[in-house]
């Protein structure tokens, strides 16, 4: 009898360490191949947590960008991820996307890494994206165009900033129904660099509007319609 029980706890233990060894290898890194095409389902979430410079440089197409290097900006952009979707997570080589993971991970969400980051990637001569030598607006066209209207609302935020993708569709209802017409001055995060120091913009999204040449409100983060149109009113 206590030979049967042996035995049975024996199995017992055996069954869970293969469950836990299978679920630990679960999906969680991905090689260059297989993350390609598990990024190419429709509304999937793509993080590079590299630095601004490096992103620009060259990345993966409708990656979001939060640098690991950085927790303040990681975790002001992180947390506008959606835990009800997977994040496909990369960086250069692997390190600072698999700290990233784990973080992550204790947050509640289910991550997936690139094996070999960015590099593997494009050892495999898959496509990259990048800003490349595009030019920076320059602080007097910025001034220029503050100075010749009457109201001005700036966004300075980015196509990879998570809270800045979140805001499109407010940004896209404003611009239809305004309490106040404006014109609409888009200043790129990773790009326009001399003209975030001029109006010392810090964090993305930052909004800032503008009457008859002077600033009069500013927000940073995330805004409601509500809140945009009692600036404009």
Not at 12 to 37: D, N, P, R, Y
């Amino acid at each position: 009898m206590k030979c049967k029980l042996l035995c049975c706890l024996f199995l017992l233990t055996t069954v869970l360490i293969s469950c836990a060894q299978s679920a630990s290898k679960e999906s969680t890194t991905l090689s260059a191949a297989a993350f390609k095409e598990a990024i190419a389902q429709k509304e999937v979430q793509v993080l590079d947590v590299r630095t601004a410079a490096e992103f620009n440089g060259g990345h993966i197409q409708h990656a979001l960008q939060a640098n690991w290097l950085d927790k303040k900006e990681f975790t002001d952009r992180t947390q506008h991820l959606d835990k009800s979707k997977t994040v496909y997570i990369y960086c250069q080589a692997g390190g600072r996307s698999a700290a990233a993971q784990t973080y992550l991970a204790e947050q509640g969400y289910k991550v997936i890494n690139l094996e070999g980051g960015m590099s593997n990637w494009k050892m495999n001569s898959f496509p990259v994206e990048g800003n490349g030598d595009k030019a920076q607006m320059r602080v007097i066209d910025f001034k220029k165009t503050i100075a010749a209207n009457d109201y001005v609302l700036v966004d300075v935020g980015a196509e990879w900033c998570p809270p800045c993708r979140k805001m499109l569709p407010v940004l896209a209802e404003l611009k239809q129904k305004p309490a106040h017409p404006f014109y609409f001055l888009a200043v790129d995060g990773g790009i326009d660099i001399e003209v975030m120091k001029a109006i010392h913009s810090e964090g993305l999204p930052t909004f800032i509007l503008y009457k008859h040449g002077k600033e009069v409100w500013r927000n940073q983060g995330i805004t409601s319609l509500e809140t945009f149109n009692t600036a404009l009113k």
